[in-house]
């Protein structure tokens, strides 16, 4: 099926993003774009600079990449802002988050400078492992939203921006549990904003903020944030793209890459265990419990969804899925995670899987703020509003609309997201049938 091209409006003028949380993932992410900028590395990691999209029959030839095919901010016209508990300038946490090495940051120092975040709106209730002086104070988390609001429209005005964009890049705030009644419709939702409920975390004050500003909106870590229907519907009102939740890095991108490989050739699974060494402060914050929880049920969801125990009950009718996180400071950034998948084959003969991934965190991350950035600006220029089911590419655990299950399975996020692009173009979808090839 394809359609008559969508029209979308021209990516004419700055594009400001917006970032709430500027540690490492986020001033990885900002000092890359800098540095690729200057000419200094290559976007690595980045689908919308370094992908191509293949259109019309596999014999045509026509293979274009991503950012040419489909109108996006570029490069040179990003402007970044956000917000966080500490006062360093950009430069300052780069440092201190210690993932790229020194003599790259020094080059593009002055740039990095200009970046400092304004006071965050934050409350060590959602966040048990962080003490922040640089934070917003006085009246109810309305008032504060309210504040967050003046700082997007003012970052507009001072920086001549023509649209703006945001990425939740903080740390990961306490489990909450969805099915409160304030979360499930707008209004009580409000009231309860007003009302300083504690089931309001920091995160849902800035997504509001952003939405009610007509900005798009995607949330990188496990907490809710936007995952609930009446910030859903908020969204919908104001025709706004958003999306979420948990960037799809480390172990999980292992995981949704070697799972759709064992189903698709009707292995079975026993179990798998995964656990992780790591040092940054993302990993001294999942250090408590209730922060883990938020991630583990992130992190833990993934598997039953692509397996499909209840479809192949022989195969996966009986996994022991295990996930740890152990804050070990030595390893920085730099985590190490381990799996050991317990896999077994014809007649049921147990095999043996053992990955060790020696990763680097905000490496992989910060490409796909960069493009969360770039596509939530298309579908937001493109018209589309609401959950963005087609970014769920870039997920540990993507929302869906109600009642529909999350698509976990990376191959299947990918021709996903490439055929929304072609259906946005007005191009013919790729359903890989290709029988025209052999008449
Ligand atoms: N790096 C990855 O691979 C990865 C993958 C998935 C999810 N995440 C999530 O992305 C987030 C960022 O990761 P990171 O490694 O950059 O962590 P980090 O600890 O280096 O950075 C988080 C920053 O957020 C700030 N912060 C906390 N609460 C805030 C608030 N209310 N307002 C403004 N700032 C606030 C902290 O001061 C800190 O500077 C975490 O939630 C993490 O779980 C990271």
């Given at each position: 099926m394809n359609k008559p091209s969508t029209k979308i409006v021209e990516p004419d003028g700055k594009l400001g993003v917006l970032l709430p949380g500027m540690g490492a993932v986020a001033t990885t992410f900002v000092a890359g774009v800098e540095a690729i900028k200057k000419g200094l590395a290559k976007p690595v990691g980045s689908v919308t600079q370094m992908g191509t999209i293949r259109l019309g029959k596999r014999t045509d030839n026509r293979s274009p990449l991503i950012k040419d095919f489909v109108p996006l901010a570029g490069l040179d016209d990003l402007v970044f802002g956000g917000w966080d508990i500490f006062e360093d300038s950009c430069f300052d946490a780069a440092s201190n988050a210690g993932v790229l090495d020194r003599y790259l940051l020094e080059q593009i120092k002055p740039e990095l400078e200009q970046t400092r975040p304004w006071p965050a709106v934050f409350d060590k209730q959602y966040v048990k492992k962080l003490d922040g002086t640089h934070v917003k104070s006085g009246g109810s988390k309305w008032d504060l939203m309210e504040k967050v609001r003046e700082d997007i429209r003012n970052f507009k005005s001072s920086q001549n921006l023509s649209r703006m964009a945001m990425?939740?890049?903080?740390?990961?705030?306490?489990?909450?549990?969805?099915?409160?009644?304030?979360?499930?419709?707008?209004?009580?939702?409000?009231?309860?904003?007003?009302?300083?409920?504690?089931?309001?975390?920091?995160?849902?004050?800035?997504?509001?903020?952003?939405?009610?500003?007509?900005?798009?909106?995607?949330?990188?870590?496990?907490?809710?944030?936007?995952?609930?229907?009446?910030?859903?519907?908020?969204?919908?009102?104001?025709?706004?793209?958003?999306?979420?939740?948990?960037?799809?890095?480390?172990?999980?991108?292992?995981?949704?890459?070697?799972?759709?490989?064992?189903?698709?050739?009707?292995?079975?699974?026993?179990?798998?265990?995964?656990?992780?060494?790591?040092?940054?402060?993302?990993?001294?914050?999942?250090?408590?419990?209730?922060?883990?929880?938020?991630?583990?049920?992130?992190?833990?969801?993934?598997?039953?969804?692509?397996?499909?125990?209840?479809?192949?009950?022989?195969?996966?009718?009986?996994?022991?899925?295990?996930?740890?996180?152990?804050?070990?400071?030595?390893?920085?950034?730099?985590?190490?995670?381990?799996?050991?998948?317990?896999?077994?084959?014809?007649?049921?003969?147990?095999?043996?899987?053992?990955?060790?991934?020696?990763?680097?965190?905000?490496?992989?991350?910060?490409?796909?703020?960069?493009?969360?950035?770039?596509?939530?600006?298309?579908?937001?220029?493109?018209?589309?509003?609401?959950?963005q089911e087609w970014l769920s590419f870039y997920f540990k655990s993507p929302q869906a609309a109600a009642g529909l299950y999350p698509e976990h399975d990376i191959f299947i996020q990918l021709m996903k997201l490439k055929n929304t692009l072609r259906y946005l173009k007005g191009e013919e979808l790729i359903t890989h049938l290709g029988l025209e090839y052999y008449d």
């Open positions: 990425v939740w890049c903080g740390s990961t705030e306490i489990y909450m549990d969805p099915k409160d009644d304030i979360f499930k419709d707008l209004s009580a939702f409000e009231n309860a904003m007003k009302q300083n409920h504690q089931s309001i975390a920091p995160s849902m004050l800035y997504a509001y903020a952003a939405i009610a500003e007509g900005v798009p909106y995607a949330n990188g870590a496990p907490n809710l944030s936007v995952d609930f229907p009446a910030m859903v519907d908020f969204a919908k009102a104001q025709d706004v793209p958003i999306m979420g939740k948990d960037f799809k890095t480390g172990q999980t991108l292992m995981k949704t890459i070697l799972a759709p490989g064992f189903k698709s050739r009707c292995l079975g699974l026993n179990g798998w265990f995964s656990t992780n060494i790591l040092g940054n402060r993302d990993g001294e914050v999942l250090d408590d419990p209730e922060s883990f929880k938020s991630k583990e049920v992130s992190k833990l969801g993934v598997l039953d969804y692509i397996l499909q125990p209840e479809v192949y009950p022989d195969l996966y009718g009986d996994i022991h899925h295990k996930v740890r996180i152990n804050y070990y400071p030595p390893r920085g950034d730099n985590k190490e995670g381990w799996d050991n998948i317990d896999i077994f084959g014809w007649l049921g003969y147990p095999m043996q899987i053992k990955i060790d991934f020696l990763c680097r965190d905000s490496i992989l991350a910060a490409p796909i703020v960069l493009d969360l950035i770039l596509f939530l600006d298309l579908a937001s220029r493109s018209g589309m509003r609401g959950i």
